[in-house]
């Protein structure tokens, strides 16, 4: 579980729940809900061991984890979810990119806002700083789309008056974010087959393969799966699985699947869009299968695919597919030349499709974020 916090998520009385509805929404200013937390691994050492990783650095699953909660706290905050008696669920994060080392001495900022906000949704923006000296260096930051609803309905809820050039250009580049996301959705090989250029490539990528000329691990090699039974201290007070959970064990699965197939220590570089299609609830079977579906240089990307399987009913779905890049690091700690991974099937073939798709888009937008 997380070290933030959980305060915010016990709800205030029941009488305030049941009075709820009659509320009027209001206009609130962005200030109103900006907040920030530090995570002192300088001198906490209690705290820190929790966080440590093998190799010494930290675990960044648990981080992820720790986003996620924190921009649920900034929603209920923003929307009054307790007092309206709304349910606050997480419908997306965005591209995590990391931008600086993160030590597991230094001392962690989370800043977090509320950028936009729509007619049921809202996004909360947490920037993630590294002490060095005396200076906040930005290492990270995470965009989360939170949606609020009553009785499975979307609900409208508070608005927001960005106030001045700064929070007016937040609010800008988050409803562009929100469209950028929409689209984004509707780029699955699933809804699209692939262009000309790109069967092209498959068609010669399958001609090396067979004729020799290209070696390398069979992408069927590298999947990885986790199963778990979903037990109540990882609920949040609807009953459902906290979407942060989700996401620390999926990074993790691909953290080991590339210990694994590099057998050198990872090194996180980035998350891709992740979107939550189904709540999961207690005593679910949460099943996490992950495979390297692309290699380039020094750099590979692992898709973690999350279903949740009922155990009466034996019924499937999927939850949440996610995809990190990675590269990694010698004893000296620079990158690597990573192995190749080859599909040897259709599907397989547009998995590889997609991570390089994934995998340029992303190089843009990291380039633009330095």
Known sequence: MSDIPIEEHVPPSVTKLVEAPTKPRLSRKVAASASEKVLPFSTDLELRERYINFFGGLRLGKLLEDLDLIAGQMAYKHTEGWERGLTIVTAACDRIDLLGELHSDCDLQLLSSINWVG??????????????????????????????????????????????????????????????????????????????????????????????????????????????????????????????????????????????FCRKRPQFVSMDHMYFYKPVEIGSIISFTGTVIYTVEKSLMVEVVTKVILPKSGETQITNVCYFTFTALDDSGNSLQVPLVLPHSYEEGLKYLDGAKRFKLGEKKRDNAF
Request: aromatic share 8%; glycine share 6%; charged share 25%.
């Open 119 to 260: 007619r049921s949704s809202l996004e909360v923006g947490v920037r993630i700083s590294s002490k060095v000296g005396k200076t906040w260096k930005r290492v990270a930051r995470a965009y989360f789309i939170m949606v609020a609803r009553r009785e499975g309905i979307a609900e409208p809820i508070n608005s927001v008056e960005p106030v001045g050039k700064e929070e007016q250009r937040r609010f800008q580049q988050g409803e562009q974010r929100q469209r950028q996301r929409r689209a984004i959705a509707q780029t699955s090989y699933l809804h699209n087959t692939p262009t000309a250029d790109e069967s092209r490539v498959l068609h010669d990528l399958f001609l090396r393969i067979k004729n020799g000329e290209i070696e390398g691990a069979a992408m069927e090699d590298t999947i990885r799966q986790s199963t778990l039974l979903m037990h109540p201290q990882s609920r949040n007070v609807h009953n459902n699985i906290f979407g942060g959970y989700l996401m620390r064990e999926a990074f993790e699965l691909a953290w080991n699947i590339t210990y694994l």
